[in-house]
């Protein structure tokens, strides 16, 4: 982790954009802020930023101001209701703080309006305490680093993330750390098209290294894609390797791919080698099953694969049936799916 925190800071040194609440430690200001921001463009939000400070300088001010200002202030930037809770809060923290932003993050936490994310981002920019904010920037980043399927907008994704941004953070710079993330989803790993060419994480990128980045970050959804079992056979005989054209209507139409065996739940090894179609492709043929992969995990838009690789030798000259014989370092030369691909690389083609 500690290199991760080292880059990530160094960068945001260079590279973090000039914001007028940048470098404030006002716990006040930096509310506002982010209150702002949470559905809003920066251009748009910066000049909402500056109007609001000046209408309303300060905590006691916000509270004192009848609903209908602070309102004609945020109009046209929607969301009302942010800007009742913001009022709201304001005058909590005059009534129970004596007009003091409270310094800890439960009772920040308690103020109306204010989630886990904005508490993180106040006590942590504002007061220096040790608590990672987890924004939709730093979802897509930390699943593309470290390759995280789990949902974002599960439960189960929550505490994950959670967890690993906190494992992640900079505890002697919390605030800057938490920004520095931030700032690095906004502009180098960008929803569609990320950066990775001039990212100084590409290598430790999970994502980037699998060349998978637009599967993350993984969203709830997705649970209700169709899910397939595919299992293929990377077959050859030591010069050999045998594909099959991919006719059908379906993914990867007009594709080569290695023998493909797909079930319809998974299936372990041993079951797989009772299976009727393993049985008939392999009833008149001589062969040694040379390697089992793991099972991966590939996402489509609308499917969900997983994918087992059998290493299967043939031992003797013949072909089995309707399969396509090539040398094998003729490979290069056919479009293969993504799964395949990475396979090839990953064992030396
Ligand atoms: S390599 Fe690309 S996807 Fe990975 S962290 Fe960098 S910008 Fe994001």
């Not at 010069?239 to 998974?266: A, C, G, H, V």
Request: net charge neutral.
């Amino acid at each position: 982790m500690e290199e991760y925190r080292k880059v990530l800071t160094n960068w945001y040194n260079h590279s973090k954009r000039e914001l007028p609440w940048r470098g404030s430690e006002d716990p006040y200001q930096i509310w506002v802020s982010e209150v702002i921001l949470q559905q809003t463009r920066i251009s748009q939000g910066t000049e909402y930023y500056h109007n609001f400070l000046k209408s309303f300088p300060d905590i006691k001010s916000l509270a004192m101001a009848p609903e209908e200002d602070v309102l004609k202030v945020w109009q046209g930037l929607g969301y009302y209701s942010r800007a009742r809770n913001m009022h709201h809060a304001a005058k909590t923290v005059l009534s129970d703080h004596k007009g003091t932003f409270p310094k800890d993050y439960l009772s920040i936490r308690k103020l109306k309006g204010i989630g886990d994310y904005t508490a993180a981002a106040i006590s942590s920019i504002a007061f220096g305490l040790p608590y990672a904010v987890v924004d939709g920037n730093v979802y897509r980043v930390l699943s593309r680093l470290f390759g995280i399927y789990t949902p974002i907008d599960s439960s189960a994704g929550k505490k994950e993330f959670y967890e690993l941004a906190q494992m992640l953070l900079d505890v002697t710079q919390p605030g800057e750390f938490n920004q520095a993330l931030m700032e690095f989803g906004a502009i180098q790993c960008l929803p569609t098209q990320p950066l990775c060419d001039s990212c100084p994480l590409s290598l430790k990128c999970h994502a980037f290294t699998h060349q998978n980045i637009s599967d993350f970050p993984v969203k709830s959804k997705l649970k209700k894609q169709k899910e397939r079992f595919l299992n293929y056979l990377y077959l050859h005989n030591g010069k050999n390797l045998f594909l099959k054209k991919r006719e059908e209507k379906d993914i990867w139409r007009n594709m080569f791919q290695f023998p493909l065996i797909e079930t319809t739940s998974r299936t372990t090894p041993e079951e797989f080698f009772e299976s009727s179609d393993w049985k008939d492709l392999f009833k008149n043929h001589s062969i040694t099953i040379e390697s089992i992969f793991p099972e991966r995990v590939h996402l489509l838009t609308h499917q969900r694969l997983y994918i087992r690789f059998y290493s299967v030798k043939l031992e003797e000259n013949g072909s089995p049936e309707h399969l396509i014989r090539i040398e094998m370092d003729e490979i290069s030369k056919y479009p293969v799916p993504k799964p395949i691909e990475l396979f090839l690389l990953e064992n030396g083609h």
